[in-house]
C-alpha cells in the first residue's frame, strides 16, 4: 500500500493506523492540515471491500474537513477516521473502547465526531477513555429544541439551505413548490433534508441500501421509492446525493438529467475533474464540503458558547458561501468547485499554526 505517493496523499500531516485483534478493531486516522486549529472530523465505520478502499476514503475525507472547516470560517483543522467493518454486525462496546484508547494516543491534533456507521452514544463509549470526542454534550440544538449532541439536524438544514440558493442560481426560481428531488441515501441527514423539502412542497424520490429506511420515507413523507440504477439519472430537477462519495463520475454524469446537484454526501466527484464535466453538462453543482458544513459548525459552537441562534445563523451562512461561489464560477467561467477550493485555499494556507496539543479539549464522559 503505498502512502506518501498516494494519489489522494495531498500533504497530509499525520496518518495512523490502528489495529486491536483482541476487539477486532482496524482503524486509521488521518489528519490533513491544522493550521487553523486542532482537526476535527467524524469517525466513519464501513465494510470497506479492501484496505485501499479505507485508505482513500479517509484521505479524501480528510482533506475535505480542511476545506470545509475554512469555507465555515471555524478555527479547526480538518482530520477524519475510519473503523473498517460492518456497523450493524461488528460494532461492539469492546471495539469502541479500544478506538477511544488510540484516539487518545494523538494528543488532542484529531478531535472525532459522529458520522456514517458510529452515533452519539458510541462516541460517549470511547470518550470513556479519551476528552478527544465532539458532538456528545446534550444541550439546546440550533434549531431551539433539546439535543444530545446528534449534528445530523443542522447537517441536513445546512443542506436545506444550500439546495434552496443552489435551485435559486440553477433553476431560477425562490420557491420548492414543485420541485423534483431525487435523494440517494435517507439515513439520518437524508431523511432529515427530505422532511424539510417535503415541508416546502417539493416532490420526493428516494433509495437508500436500507429498506427500512426507504420504506419510512415513503411512510411519512410519501417519497417514492426507486432502485439504485435509477436514483441519480430520473427526469428530476435535483439530485441530492446523501450517501457515500465519488457518485458522480464518468459513468453518472452523461445519465444525469437535473439541473442542480446539491446534497449532503462527501466527496460526491470521484475525481476533480469531474466537476468541470458537471460545469459542461450545464448542471450546476453544490461542491459538499461547502453545503453540508452545517454538522461541523454545530459541533464546533458546542464547544465554545452553543447559542442556538448564533449557530442557526452560522448554519444559515451556507447560503450565503454558496451564492458568493455561482457568482464568482459565472463571472470567471470556472467550475464551482474550483471556486470553493481557491476560496478555502486562501484562509487555511495563510493562517499561522495553532498550538496541536493545549486546544480542542472536550470534558471527559463519565
Known amino acids: 500500500m503505498n502512502v506518501f505517493s498516494h494519489p489522494e496523499f495531498d500533504n497530509h500531516e499525520h496518518l495512523s493506523f490502528f489495529c486491536d485483534p483482541e ?20 469517525c466513519r465505520m464501513f465494510p470497506y471491500a479492501t484496505d485501499e478502499e479505507a485508505l482513500r476514503d479517509v484521505l479524501r475525507l480528510s482533506r475535505g474537513m480542511t476545506y470545509k472547516s475554512a469555507l465555515a470560517n471555524l478555527d479547526l483543522g480538518g482530520g477524519k477516521s475510519v473503523i473498517i467493518g460492518d456497523p450493524r454486525q461488528h460494532k461492539t462496546e469492546a471495539l469502541l473502547e479500544s478506538m477511544g484508547r488510540f484516539l487518545e494516543k494523538l494528543g488532542g491534533q484529531y478531535i472525532a465526531a459522529e458520522d456514517s456507521g458510529t452515533s452519539v452514544a458510541d462516541l460517549k463509549v470511547m470518550g470513556r477513555h479519551t476528552e478527544h470526542v465532539a458532538g456528545i454534550k446534550e444541550h439546546i440544538g440550533f434549531d431551539g429544541l ?3 449532541g446528534d449534528p445530523s439536524p443542522a447537517t441536513a438544514y445546512g443542506t436545506y439551505v444550500g439546495l434552496r440558493m443552489a435551485v435559486r442560481h440553477g433553476l431560477g426560481r425562490s420557491d420548492l413548490e414543485g420541485l423534483k428531488v431525487a435523494i440517494q441515501g435517507i439515513g439520518n441527514v437524508g431523511f432529515r433534508l427530505a422532511r424539510h423539502l417535503k415541508e416546502a412542497g417539493a416532490k420526493l424520490w428516494v433509495y437508500d441500501i436500507h429498506q427500512d429506511q426507504m420504506q419510512r420515507a415513503v411512510d411519512e413523507l410519501g417519497a417514492t421509492p426507486v432502485s439504485a440504477d435509477e436514483i441519480l439519472t430520473l427526469p428530476v430537477d435535483v439530485v441530492a446525493p446523501c450517501a457515500m462519495g465519488a457518485v458522480l463520475n464518468d459513468t453518472s454524469i452523461p445519465k444525469l438529467q437535473a439541473k442542480v446537484v446539491a446534497g449532503a454526501a462527501n466527496n460526491q466527484l470521484e475525481h476533480p475533474e469531474h466537476d468541470a464535466a458537471l460545469l459542461k453538462r450545464g448542471i450546476l453543482y453544490a461542491p459538499d464540503f461547502v453545503i453540508n458544513a452545517g454538522g461541523i459548525i454545530d459541533v464546533f459552537h458546542e464547544r465554545t458558547d452553543h447559542d442556538h441562534n448564533k449557530v442557526r445563523a452560522h448554519v444559515e451562512s ?6 458568493e461561489i455561482f457568482r464568482r464560477s459565472s463571472r470567471e467561467g470556472l467550475p464551482t468547485g474550483t471556486i470553493a477550493n481557491l476560496l478555502a485555499e486562501e484562509r487555511f494556507r495563510h493562517t499561522p499554526a495553532q498550538p496541536r496539543h493545549t486546544t480542542g479539549k472536550l470534558a471527559k464522559v463519565s
Open 23 to 42: 476487539t477486532g478493531l482496524k482503524a486509521i486516522v488521518a489528519i490533513h492540515n491544522t493550521s487553523r486549529g486542532p482537526a476535527l472530523g467524524g
Open 146 to 148: 433539546p439535543s444530545n
Open 318 to 323: 451556507i447560503g450565503d458561501t454558496l451564492d
